[in-house]
Protein backbone atom coordinates (compact mmCIF):
# COMPACT_ATOMS: atom_id res chain seq x y z
CA UNK A 1 0.00 0.00 0.00
CA UNK A 2 3.02 2.47 0.08
CA UNK A 3 3.81 2.38 -3.26
CA UNK A 4 1.49 5.29 -5.16
CA UNK A 5 -0.82 3.85 -7.87
CA UNK A 6 -0.44 4.47 -11.48
CA UNK A 7 -3.09 6.17 -13.35
CA UNK A 8 -4.42 6.97 -16.83
CA UNK A 9 -7.50 9.31 -17.68
CA UNK A 10 -10.15 9.11 -20.42
CA UNK A 11 -11.25 11.71 -22.56
CA UNK A 12 -13.48 12.11 -25.37
CA UNK A 13 -13.62 14.84 -28.15
CA UNK A 14 -15.25 17.56 -28.09
CA UNK A 15 -17.75 19.02 -30.36
CA UNK A 16 -17.18 22.37 -30.10
CA UNK A 17 -14.05 25.34 -29.73
CA UNK A 18 -16.26 26.22 -26.49
CA UNK A 19 -15.87 22.65 -25.31
CA UNK A 20 -11.95 22.45 -26.60
CA UNK A 21 -10.90 24.90 -24.88
CA UNK A 22 -12.53 23.53 -21.52
CA UNK A 23 -10.47 20.13 -22.32
CA UNK A 24 -7.25 21.75 -22.54
CA UNK A 25 -8.08 23.81 -19.33
CA UNK A 26 -8.53 20.08 -17.87
CA UNK A 27 -5.85 18.24 -19.53
CA UNK A 28 -3.88 21.28 -17.99
CA UNK A 29 -5.26 20.35 -14.15
CA UNK A 30 -4.47 16.72 -14.89
CA UNK A 31 -1.15 16.50 -16.31
CA UNK A 32 0.76 17.75 -13.27
CA UNK A 33 0.06 14.49 -11.91
CA UNK A 34 1.80 12.51 -14.71
CA UNK A 35 -0.36 9.79 -15.35
CA UNK A 36 0.67 6.91 -17.44
CA UNK A 37 -1.45 8.07 -20.42
CA UNK A 38 -4.06 10.04 -21.87
CA UNK A 39 -6.65 7.76 -23.93
CA UNK A 40 -9.01 10.07 -25.86
CA UNK A 41 -12.09 8.03 -27.55
CA UNK A 42 -13.27 7.13 -30.95
CA UNK A 43 -16.68 7.91 -31.87
CA UNK A 44 -18.76 5.06 -33.36
CA UNK A 45 -19.01 4.48 -37.09
CA UNK A 46 -15.30 7.22 -36.76
CA UNK A 47 -17.58 10.20 -36.49
CA UNK A 48 -14.78 11.64 -34.20
CA UNK A 49 -12.17 10.69 -35.95
CA UNK A 50 -10.72 14.13 -37.20
CA UNK A 51 -10.91 14.89 -34.05
CA UNK A 52 -9.50 12.39 -32.06
CA UNK A 53 -6.91 12.67 -34.46
CA UNK A 54 -6.36 16.33 -33.61
CA UNK A 55 -6.57 15.85 -29.77
CA UNK A 56 -3.63 13.11 -29.59
CA UNK A 57 -1.38 15.12 -31.81
CA UNK A 58 -1.86 17.85 -29.89
CA UNK A 59 -1.61 15.84 -26.29
CA UNK A 60 1.53 14.72 -27.74
CA UNK A 61 3.49 17.95 -28.94
CA UNK A 62 2.01 20.16 -26.38
CA UNK A 63 2.53 17.78 -22.52
CA UNK A 64 4.66 15.49 -21.67
CA UNK A 65 2.37 12.81 -21.16
CA UNK A 66 1.67 10.27 -23.61
CA UNK A 67 -1.46 10.01 -25.82
CA UNK A 68 -3.63 6.77 -26.23
CA UNK A 69 -5.70 6.85 -29.27
CA UNK A 70 -8.13 4.58 -29.38
CA UNK A 71 -8.98 2.99 -32.77
CA UNK A 72 -12.09 1.13 -33.40
CA UNK A 73 -12.93 -0.93 -36.30
CA UNK A 74 -16.44 0.52 -37.03
CA UNK A 75 -16.88 1.97 -40.51
CA UNK A 76 -13.36 1.93 -42.07
CA UNK A 77 -11.67 -0.09 -44.02
CA UNK A 78 -8.30 -1.93 -43.17
CA UNK A 79 -6.52 0.27 -45.61
CA UNK A 80 -7.72 3.80 -43.97
CA UNK A 81 -7.25 2.15 -40.43
CA UNK A 82 -3.81 1.29 -41.19
CA UNK A 83 -3.01 4.60 -43.07
CA UNK A 84 -4.43 6.04 -39.57
CA UNK A 85 -2.11 4.21 -37.23
CA UNK A 86 0.71 4.37 -39.84
CA UNK A 87 0.74 7.88 -40.24
CA UNK A 88 0.67 8.19 -35.75
CA UNK A 89 3.60 6.10 -35.40
CA UNK A 90 5.13 8.23 -37.82
CA UNK A 91 4.37 11.24 -35.65
CA UNK A 92 5.77 9.76 -32.59
CA UNK A 93 2.47 8.63 -30.89
CA UNK A 94 3.14 4.78 -29.88
CA UNK A 95 0.50 3.88 -27.79
CA UNK A 96 -3.13 2.96 -28.73
CA UNK A 97 -6.35 1.38 -27.65
CA UNK A 98 -7.71 -0.62 -30.07
CA UNK A 99 -11.48 -1.54 -29.74
CA UNK A 100 -14.13 -3.36 -31.66
CA UNK A 101 -16.56 -0.36 -31.45
CA UNK A 102 -19.83 0.17 -30.70
CA UNK A 103 -22.02 0.35 -34.18
CA UNK A 104 -23.65 3.55 -35.07
CA UNK A 105 -26.93 4.84 -33.78
CA UNK A 106 -30.09 3.33 -35.82
CA UNK A 107 -27.72 0.05 -36.87
CA UNK A 108 -28.95 -2.04 -33.98
CA UNK A 109 -25.99 -4.42 -33.65
CA UNK A 110 -22.35 -4.23 -35.18
CA UNK A 111 -21.69 -5.31 -38.40
CA UNK A 112 -17.77 -5.29 -39.90
CA UNK A 113 -17.00 -2.96 -42.43
CA UNK A 114 -16.90 -5.16 -45.97
CA UNK A 115 -12.97 -4.45 -46.20
CA UNK A 116 -12.53 -3.63 -42.75
CA UNK A 117 -11.14 -5.77 -39.30
CA UNK A 118 -13.80 -7.99 -38.03
CA UNK A 119 -13.16 -7.48 -34.70
CA UNK A 120 -10.63 -6.36 -31.93
CA UNK A 121 -8.07 -9.42 -32.20
CA UNK A 122 -7.95 -8.93 -35.87
CA UNK A 123 -6.87 -5.11 -35.77
CA UNK A 124 -4.66 -6.06 -32.79
CA UNK A 125 -2.59 -8.21 -34.88
CA UNK A 126 -3.17 -5.87 -38.00
CA UNK A 127 -1.23 -3.23 -35.82
CA UNK A 128 1.28 -5.31 -34.81
CA UNK A 129 2.32 -5.59 -38.63
CA UNK A 130 2.67 -1.92 -38.44
CA UNK A 131 4.63 -0.96 -35.62
CA UNK A 132 5.72 -2.30 -32.40
CA UNK A 133 2.60 -0.04 -30.82
CA UNK A 134 2.19 -0.38 -26.92
CA UNK A 135 -1.93 -1.84 -27.48
CA UNK A 136 -4.52 -1.52 -25.06
CA UNK A 137 -7.67 -3.66 -25.19
CA UNK A 138 -10.87 -3.55 -23.67
CA UNK A 139 -12.22 -6.11 -20.65
CA UNK A 140 -16.06 -6.73 -19.34
CA UNK A 141 -15.90 -8.14 -15.86
CA UNK A 142 -19.93 -8.10 -16.19
CA UNK A 143 -19.91 -9.42 -19.50
CA UNK A 144 -20.37 -7.39 -22.82
CA UNK A 145 -23.73 -6.58 -23.91
CA UNK A 146 -23.17 -8.60 -27.51
CA UNK A 147 -21.31 -11.39 -25.59
CA UNK A 148 -23.57 -14.97 -24.60
CA UNK A 149 -21.29 -15.41 -21.16
CA UNK A 150 -18.30 -14.16 -19.32
CA UNK A 151 -16.43 -17.13 -20.63
CA UNK A 152 -16.96 -15.83 -24.58
CA UNK A 153 -15.65 -12.46 -23.07
CA UNK A 154 -12.70 -14.10 -21.70
CA UNK A 155 -11.67 -16.56 -24.88
CA UNK A 156 -12.53 -13.04 -26.46
CA UNK A 157 -10.02 -10.89 -24.24
CA UNK A 158 -7.06 -14.23 -24.48
CA UNK A 159 -7.38 -13.86 -28.50
CA UNK A 160 -6.84 -10.23 -28.59
CA UNK A 161 -3.61 -10.53 -25.90
CA UNK A 162 -2.16 -13.33 -27.99
CA UNK A 163 -2.76 -11.45 -30.53
CA UNK A 164 -0.21 -8.53 -29.16
CA UNK A 165 -2.10 -6.72 -26.23
CA UNK A 166 -0.29 -5.39 -23.74
CA UNK A 167 -2.50 -4.78 -21.27
CA UNK A 168 -6.79 -4.55 -20.36
CA UNK A 169 -8.62 -2.14 -19.29
CA UNK A 170 -12.16 -2.42 -17.87
CA UNK A 171 -15.62 -1.07 -18.68
CA UNK A 172 -16.62 0.70 -14.82
CA UNK A 173 -17.77 -1.06 -12.52
CA UNK A 174 -18.99 -0.70 -8.80
CA UNK A 175 -18.42 -3.69 -6.87
CA UNK A 176 -15.18 -5.14 -6.31
CA UNK A 177 -15.63 -8.39 -6.00
CA UNK A 178 -17.22 -9.23 -9.38
CA UNK A 179 -14.09 -7.28 -10.67
CA UNK A 180 -11.53 -9.68 -8.44
CA UNK A 181 -13.67 -12.74 -9.50
CA UNK A 182 -13.59 -12.09 -12.95
CA UNK A 183 -9.58 -11.44 -12.51
CA UNK A 184 -8.94 -14.77 -11.19
CA UNK A 185 -10.75 -16.36 -14.05
CA UNK A 186 -8.22 -13.97 -16.28
CA UNK A 187 -5.40 -15.41 -14.70
CA UNK A 188 -6.62 -18.96 -14.85
CA UNK A 189 -7.13 -18.55 -18.74
CA UNK A 190 -3.72 -18.14 -19.04
CA UNK A 191 -3.89 -14.08 -18.97
CA UNK A 192 -0.81 -12.30 -17.59
CA UNK A 193 -0.89 -9.13 -19.23
CA UNK A 194 -1.60 -6.43 -16.89
CA UNK A 195 -5.89 -6.34 -16.00
CA UNK A 196 -6.44 -2.02 -15.15
CA UNK A 197 -9.51 -1.42 -13.57
CA UNK A 198 -11.68 1.42 -15.42
CA UNK A 199 -13.24 3.89 -12.40
CA UNK A 200 -16.13 6.09 -12.98
CA UNK A 201 -16.44 9.08 -10.64
CA UNK A 202 -20.66 9.80 -10.21
CA UNK A 203 -20.90 13.30 -11.28
CA UNK A 204 -24.60 12.69 -12.49
CA UNK A 205 -26.02 9.77 -10.28
CA UNK A 206 -29.15 9.28 -13.20
CA UNK A 207 -27.19 9.31 -16.67
CA UNK A 208 -24.77 6.88 -15.09
CA UNK A 209 -27.35 4.60 -14.05
CA UNK A 210 -28.78 4.98 -17.18
CA UNK A 211 -25.81 4.37 -19.54
CA UNK A 212 -25.15 1.26 -16.57
CA UNK A 213 -28.12 -0.62 -18.25
CA UNK A 214 -27.01 -0.11 -21.59
CA UNK A 215 -23.88 -1.16 -21.13
CA UNK A 216 -24.50 -3.92 -18.49
CA UNK A 217 -23.08 -2.61 -15.62
CA UNK A 218 -24.50 -3.36 -12.10
CA UNK A 219 -25.32 -0.14 -10.29
CA UNK A 220 -25.99 -1.72 -6.12
CA UNK A 221 -28.80 -0.89 -4.12
CA UNK A 222 -26.48 0.88 -1.65
CA UNK A 223 -25.30 3.21 -4.21
CA UNK A 224 -28.87 4.56 -5.04
CA UNK A 225 -29.27 4.83 -1.72
CA UNK A 226 -26.75 7.67 -1.46
CA UNK A 227 -27.12 9.67 -3.99
CA UNK A 228 -31.20 9.69 -3.27
CA UNK A 229 -31.77 13.38 -3.10
CA UNK A 230 -28.78 14.65 -4.34
CA UNK A 231 -29.88 15.60 -7.89
CA UNK A 232 -29.91 19.87 -6.89
CA UNK A 233 -27.17 19.30 -4.07
CA UNK A 234 -23.91 18.96 -6.61
CA UNK A 235 -21.31 19.86 -3.77
CA UNK A 236 -23.01 16.81 -1.54
CA UNK A 237 -22.98 15.00 -4.53
CA UNK A 238 -19.31 15.41 -5.21
CA UNK A 239 -18.20 14.66 -1.93
CA UNK A 240 -19.87 11.64 -1.98
CA UNK A 241 -18.60 10.45 -5.28
CA UNK A 242 -15.36 11.46 -4.54
CA UNK A 243 -15.91 9.18 -0.96
CA UNK A 244 -17.35 6.25 -3.11
CA UNK A 245 -14.42 6.31 -5.47
CA UNK A 246 -11.65 6.23 -2.85
CA UNK A 247 -12.34 3.76 -1.31
CA UNK A 248 -13.32 1.48 -4.05
CA UNK A 249 -9.78 2.08 -5.21
CA UNK A 250 -8.37 1.80 -1.55
CA UNK A 251 -10.30 -1.79 -1.15
CA UNK A 252 -8.58 -2.74 -4.79
CA UNK A 253 -5.32 -1.77 -3.95
CA UNK A 254 -5.36 -3.67 -0.86
CA UNK A 255 -6.10 -6.59 -3.66
CA UNK A 256 -2.47 -6.10 -5.45
CA UNK A 257 -4.45 -3.67 -8.13
CA UNK A 258 -1.53 -1.03 -8.64
CA UNK A 259 -3.24 0.88 -12.05
CA UNK A 260 -6.35 2.88 -11.98
CA UNK A 261 -7.73 4.23 -15.11
CA UNK A 262 -10.11 6.84 -15.01
CA UNK A 263 -13.25 7.71 -16.77
CA UNK A 264 -12.89 11.95 -16.56
CA UNK A 265 -16.13 13.23 -18.96
CA UNK A 266 -14.13 15.61 -19.63
CA UNK A 267 -13.99 16.88 -16.13
CA UNK A 268 -11.29 17.32 -13.79
CA UNK A 269 -11.93 18.17 -10.07
CA UNK A 270 -13.66 15.13 -9.20
CA UNK A 271 -10.88 12.92 -10.29
CA UNK A 272 -8.38 15.26 -9.19
CA UNK A 273 -9.33 14.69 -5.70
CA UNK A 274 -9.89 11.21 -5.61
CA UNK A 275 -5.76 10.75 -7.04
CA UNK A 276 -4.43 12.93 -4.61
CA UNK A 277 -6.43 10.86 -1.78
CA UNK A 278 -5.07 8.22 -3.35
CA UNK A 279 -1.59 9.73 -3.21
CA UNK A 280 -1.11 10.54 -6.99
CA UNK A 281 0.03 14.19 -6.75
CA UNK A 282 2.58 16.40 -8.86
CA UNK A 283 6.31 15.59 -7.54
CA UNK A 284 7.17 18.97 -6.14
CA UNK A 285 4.20 18.06 -3.79
CA UNK A 286 5.21 14.77 -3.31
CA UNK A 287 8.59 15.93 -2.36
CA UNK A 288 7.28 18.68 0.10
Same mark, same amino acid.
Given at each position: ???? +? ?17 ? @? ?63 ? @? ?34 ? $? ?18 ? +? ?70 ? &????? @? ?19 ? &? ?5 ? $? ?12 ? &? ?5 ? &????? @? ?12
Amino acid at each position: MAKT +PKVSFEFFPPQDVASEERL @WQVIGVLAPLSPAFFSVTYGAGGSTRERTDRIVRRIHTETAVAPAAHLTCVGASRADIDALARSW @WNFGIRQIVALRGDPPKGQGRYLPHPDGYQNAAALV $EGLRRIADFDISVAAYPECH +PDSPSVEADIDNLKRKVDAGARRAITQYFFENDGFLRFRDRVAAAGIAVPLVPGILPVTNFAKVAQFSQQCG &TTVPG @WMADLFDGLDHDPETRNLIAG &TVAVEQC $EALRHEGVDHFHFY &TLNRAAL &TKAIC @WRLGVRPRSERAA
